[in-house]
């Protein structure tokens, strides 16, 4: 197993510049999420898509879109990047069960460093 | 607002010592708590903890959840430089939508000394 996988893992656009981000697990989780890290913030949750079919704002979702393509892959869309949003991205999954339990262990892909002129 | 807080922010030890890292938080609707340990790329899961007073073990990294008081703990005994890294404490909160994303503290980097 792959595990979570993203790709690019480097990137860097021009202010204004578009670009997606790409985001697959094969663990045949239900949720998934992204996440910006950046110095001394941590990581923030940007979006999250529960299940197939659902996706939700998290804490910084400005600026960005997602879809939820299939059960498998996430992606992260920048319609008009700016230099605020350069750091790295992460993609995680979990199986989340409503009742609790091991479930809730969301995993980690290994980021994406992106960086914006 | 919800917060998790981690403390110290920084901690410089030296081989062999044991540390002990701090994770306090406020948040509504507690589900979990998780501990993560990133050495410059991906996070990578360390334990979850939902629990009072149960303590999870893994080799020389210990950890446990006071859900009275709001904190955990993450120890770690017999340190070696392969510990060195930013260790991360999260809050995973019930939603009524469903499945819901972590909320993170800033870490505490450690780094150990031969």
């Known amino acids: 197993n792959a595990g979570v996988t993203q790709t690019p893992k480097f990137q860097v656009l021009k202010t204004g510049q578009s670009m997606t981000l790409q985001c697959a697990q094969d663990?045949?989780?239900?949720?998934m999420y992204w996440y910006r890290q950046d110095p001394g913030m941590g990581l923030r949750l940007i979006y999250y898509s529960a299940s197939e079919g659902t996706t939700d704002k998290g804490e910084v979702p400005n600026g960005y879109n997602v879809s939820r393509l299939n059960k498998r892959e996430f992606s992260l869309r920048l319609e008009s990047a700016a230099p605020s949003q350069t750091s790295v991205y992460f993609c995680?999954?979990?199986?989340?069960?409503?009742?609790?339990?091991?479930?809730?262990?969301?995993?980690f892909g290994p980021g994406t460093r992106l960086t914006v002129l | 607002e919800d917060k998790v807080v981690q403390s110290p922010l920084s901690l410089v030890v030296h081989e062999g010592d044991t540390v002990t890292l701090n994770c306090s938080y406020e948040v509504t609707n507690f589900r979990s708590l998780l501990w993560y340990k990133q050495e410059k790329k991906a996070p990578t899961f360390l334990f979850m903890l939902t629990s009072s007073g149960i303590e999870k073990k893994s080799g020389r990294l210990s950890s446990i959840l006071d859900k009275k008081e709001l904190f955990s703990i993450l120890n770690i005994t017999a340190t070696q430089t392969g510990d060195s890294a930013v260790y991360l404490c999260a809050v995973l909160m019930y939603s009524g939508g469903g499945a819901d994303g972590l909320t993170f503290g800033k870490g505490t980097h450690l780094i150990i000394q031969p």
């Open positions: 995680a999954s979990s199986e989340y069960i409503r009742s609790g339990g091991a479930g809730d262990t969301q995993y």
């Open positions: 663990m045949n989780h239900n949720s």
